[in-house]
């Protein structure tokens, strides 16, 4: 009798050999990306001019929330069936103050590759700020989580509020355009609270919110926007937390672990944690591929088939935010 269980879906990450994203300025110029205990803070790394992304196919081994991700076919590095493992993360400043995270990882035959979790370019000056060993136990496909942590407080039917980890599937939930949903799923991760993965707070009040609001951060928030002075010159906006950061009222929170908890609903809706909108898990291959490995494997195997599209919205980065004034956004004056 075989085996009719289909194997989990591959996704597809984009990767650059080490030697193609060398340090260009500082105590190790000329030496490739490479481990967390060769790396030297302040070091200036480029992409070479002439490097291009290779493709790394990877699928979830099949032993649950612990094992590590296997080589698929369709790869360009590698076999199928080979691992790769993940050795540092980084943190890079962008000459416009954008902060760059990428990974590094190996393959055993095949060396190191870095593999961007934001958009490297060529010729750009990427400041090293932080680098983390051996990404402190974190997998790879830990690499984005889209998630309210754990205490947030999100508004169910009839208006009152109640603690994320208190909801489960069926438990109905306020949305802003359908109104009353039932929860089909509660996703929940431990990570600790390190880099890309330190969830960004936004200090009660901000934006409206009405306590303390902690989120992954690349968990989007949606702003609606009135008068005739708009970011980006529309009235709806999805804003991913991390650029909302100014380390005044919005931070990033370091340290220990953090409890990660996301909403799956039907579809891809805008619930109000903390009294203000936020989305909720955008359920489809490209969301899954990058959430860790548990909850991911959990997701398709609840909801085979379920492919969510985005909510409307113009999704505004941070130089747009910056050119504009994020603190238009806020509901009071800056601090002196």
């Known amino acids: 009798m075989t085996d009719a269980t289909p194997a989990p879906p591959a996704h597809a990450a ?3 050999p080490a030697a193609q994203f060398r340090v260009a300025g500082g105590a190790n110029q000329g030496d490739p990306a490479g481990a967390a205990e060769d790396c030297v803070l302040g070091d ?5 001019a002439a490097a291009r992304p290779l493709r790394l196919m990877l699928r979830p081994d099949g032993h649950g929330a612990g094992g590590r991700p296997v080589i698929a076919p369709g790869t360009q590095i590698g076999r199928p069936g080979q691992r790769v493992v993940l050795r540092a993360l980084y943190t890079f400043v962008a000459p416009d103050g954008d ?3 990428a990974a590094l990882v ?7 590759f870095v593999l961007p979790l934001s958009p490297l370019a ?3 000056d990427y400041t090293l700020v932080a680098v983390t060993p051996e990404a402190a136990g974190v997998r790879l496909t830990d690499i984005v989580c889209v998630a309210f942590a754990a205490g947030t407080m999100i508004t169910v039917a009839g208006g009152a509020q109640r603690p ?3 909801l489960a599937p069926g438990d109905l939930v306020l949305t802003r355009d359908n109104g009353e949903q039932p929860v089909r799923h509660v996703a929940r991760a431990t990570l600790r609270a390190v880099g890309a993965f330190a969830p960004v707070v936004i200090a009660a009040g901000t934006l409206g919110n009405l306590g303390d609001l902690a989120v992954s951060p690349h968990h989007r928030l949606f702003v609606y926007q009135r008068g005739p002075r708009r970011v980006a010159g529309v009235a709806e906006i999805l804003i991913q937390a991390r650029h909302l950061v100014d380390d005044d009222y919005i931070r990033r929170r370091e340290g220990g672990f953090v409890d990660y908890l996301s909403l799956v609903f039907d579809r891809h809706e805008i619930v109000f944690a903390e009294g203000i909108a936020c989305e909720s898990l955008l359920v489809n291959e490209a969301t899954l591929a990058v959430l860790p490995d548990g909850m991911a494997e959990e997701l398709r195997a609840r909801f085979p088939g379920l492919r969510q599209r985005q909510h409307f919205g113009t999704e505004v980065g941070r130089i747009a935010l910056e050119d504009f004034g994020r603190e238009s956004l806020y509901r009071f004056p800056r601090r002196p």
């Not at 200036?44 to 070479?48: C, E």
Request: charged share 35%; proline share 4%.
């Open 44 to 48: 200036v790394y480029h992409l070479d």
């Open 99 to 101: 902060r760059i995270e």
């Open 164 to 166: 994320i980890e208190s």
């Open 122 to 124: 060529p010729r750009i």
């Open 14 to 16: 984009h990767v650059y």
């Open 106 to 112: 190996r393959h055993a035959l095949e060396g190191d």
